[in-house]
């Protein structure tokens, strides 16, 4: 082919596909012929990306994109496919590693396809939605099966995240217990309900609520939201709510962001709450000294609150 030649067929395959994802198929009817084609494939230039799909890799990459790539490769390989589970959950921001695959949910038998991951899992109406040229689990429903079938420990993590987004909410966990019944998952959503059913998000948290309980320290709420002005300005894992005292479990899964946490934290200060903080390692090696320091808040704050 002529430069020329390749140039308008590079321009009309990169207008028909999504995010640079095509099949040899679309290239050819974009222009290309078979021998360029295979040429590029041969070369490296056009690499499989999953499925029956493709992607320019001499091409600029959006930021972000693998999963959207993957999601809508998946989509021109099987067109009926709903994408789900790991693949759903990067595409709608749910922090979960990603392994590279495209996961689908899919009828029927089908053959196996570089990249591809098929699931047979039950859909209700309203559990998908379209985005870009592929339809997706949305983002509750995502999260529900992520949480039933991720290792427990990385479907807690999950949890932490998702509660405090209101992407699921213990309602929605509880009906999502009581409506799948018997299948797979559901066990462990029942354990995760029963772990949070008093506010806790993660073992850490929970700790702190024995300790506050053994030493006898009451009037208090778990993952409770802050309100200023009518804005959400943070959740307190723990708030004594007349004493204005939050309790807060660190960990670095739960404060990545350094700047937001700073500016969260004066919000807070300057709102008027006393905030204080405990590491796991505090919570598990220095328990009566966490206990000492709460209740020493909590009696500064109450003679404030007395006009001493």
Known sequence: MYAA??????????????????????AEEAGFTRGSVRHRVSRGRWQRLVGAAYVDVTAPVPPGSDAYRRAAGA???????????????????????????????VQGRRRVRAGLVPHFLELGPGDARRVLSFQATTPLRTALDCLATFPYGEAENLLAWVRTREVVTVDALAAAVAERGGRPGVAQLRRLLAATARGALSEGERR??????????????ADQRIVVNGRVI??????FEVERLILEVDGRRAHPDFEA??????????AGYTVLRFTWRQLVDQPSAVVTQIGQALRRARTLRAGG
Do not use: Y
């Open 261 to 270: 946490d700073r500016a969260r934290l004066n919000a807070l200060t300057v």
């Open 5 to 26: 030649e390749v140039a308008r067929a590079t321009q009309r395959l990169r207008r028909s596909s999504v995010l640079g994802v095509f099949t040899l198929a679309m």
């Open 75 to 105: 989509a021109l390989t099987w067109p009926s496919a709903v994408v789900c589970l790991r693949t759903a959950a990067l595409v709608h921001g749910l922090p979960v590693r990603d392994d590279g695959k495209a996961h689908v949910i």
């Open 234 to 239: 943070a959740r307190a894992d723990v708030l």
């Open 208 to 221: 702190l609520h024995r300790l506050l309980d053994v030493a006898g320290l009451s009037g208090w709420e």
